[in-house]
């Protein structure tokens, strides 16, 4: 269980840092699931697979791949994970004891991986209040070279903001916050050892450089919600969220 002080840490910032919360035979597991996949060994949706843009050697090699979205929705090595005990305590302590998954992605960032730009994670979600949480579990130590997060603390209390400004993921096009909505001055690298889990809120600003390095930088968001959330998108397309712990509620998520 989290600490007060590191509860009014993230209430205050929306950004907390738990050294060593996943031991290392979880990691390694994660590791070789991540390995798996990559290697076609095991079925994992294609469509919820991104690849590097302009990957030089095309088809299923792990340093060409972006990103896996959806990890536990379609393995179960991601899923125990998700329900990890140590996360879900940590989680509890800072949207309550009624948990549900939303989703989760695992970024690859393999040597010369692309940026990712400011943005909030809750504006992507049709999700009410926006009081998601997220950790971001590091697979593989994470430096300035290799392209760690960086976050802009206490952003979270300024609300969701418009990303209306394009971003071009190789021909895909995306949209993030315009970079003049951004106080640099203010924004702060999180530079994580193999096993830590940097827990963010939902509408913190952040962001992910590239890697400069010859290394992949392998990091697992696991986005977490209250199962009091309501869904506030077209009613026929709601999916159905996993209860993880404790109770849900009738008319919510």
Known sequence: MLSQEQITQFKRDGHLVVEQLIDNRS????????ETIASGRTTFPEGNIE?????KTPGMHIDNLRKLNDCAKYDPVFMEHA??????DSVENLIGPDIKLLGDQLFMKPPGGMEKTYHQDSPYF?????ELVSSWTALDDVTLENGCLWVVPGS???GPLSHSEVWMVGDREDMHVPDAS????????????????????GLLLHRSGPNRTTKRRRGLATHYMSAQS????DPLAQPTYPLLRGRSYKGCV
Do not use: N
């Open 27 to 34: 990691i390694a597991e994660l590791r070789s699931r991540v």
């Open 51 to 55: 690849f590097e843009p302009g990957t």
């Open 83 to 88: 329900k990890l005990s140590v996360l879900l």
């Open 126 to 130: 049709a999700i009410r209040p926006m």
């Open 156 to 158: 979270h209390h300024g």
């Open 182 to 201: 951004i106080d640099r001055d203010r924004e702060k690298p999180v530079l994580l050892k193999a096993g830590d889990v940097s827990f963010h809120h």
């Open 230 to 233: 309501r869904w506030t998108g």
